[in-house]
């Protein structure tokens, strides 16, 4: 068992930038990869990026972050990192944590039944 607690969201304007973090449970958490996903009122739940257990960044698939988000993590600490800069309005979601032991042999980051633990998500909202 996964838990895991999303933390670091807000309110910031524009341009500005935030860190979110995702404390893990569990002392197999280097095992697995993480996701991170958000979803906007109204909107699907989407694909922001995703590293895999070795450290390998993948947010290539997600056009609309690419340059601005980055993703990290420090199995020392079982935590997971997604830092935003230049953030925008249509970044404005609820941003969710997600844990993984298979989707490093799928290669399916953004497929979100790939992920078998989720966080309770964290709000960030940027104004304009």
């Known amino acids: 068992q996964v838990q895991l607690v999303e933390s670091g969201g807000g309110l910031v304007q524009a341009g500005g930038s935030l860190r979110l973090s995702c404390a893990a449970s569990g002392r197999t958490f280097s095992s697995y990869a993480m996701g991170w996903f958000r979803q906007a009122p109204g909107k699907e739940r989407e694909f922001v990026g995703a590293?895999?257990?070795?450290?390998?960044?993948?947010?290539y698939q997600t056009p609309s972050v690419k340059g601005r988000f980055t993703i990290s993590r420090d199995n020392a600490k079982n935590t997971v990192y997604l830092q935003m800069n230049s953030l925008k309005p249509e970044d404005t979601a609820v941003y969710y944590c997600?844990?993984?032991?298979?989707?490093?042999?799928?290669?399916?980051?953004?497929?979100?039944?790939?992920?078998?633990?989720w966080g309770q998500g964290t709000q960030v909202t940027v104004s304009s």
């Open positions: 997600a844990a993984s032991i298979n989707v490093d042999y799928s290669g399916k980051y953004y497929d979100t039944t790939q992920y078998g633990y």
């Open positions: 590293i895999s257990w070795s450290g390998v960044e993948h947010t």
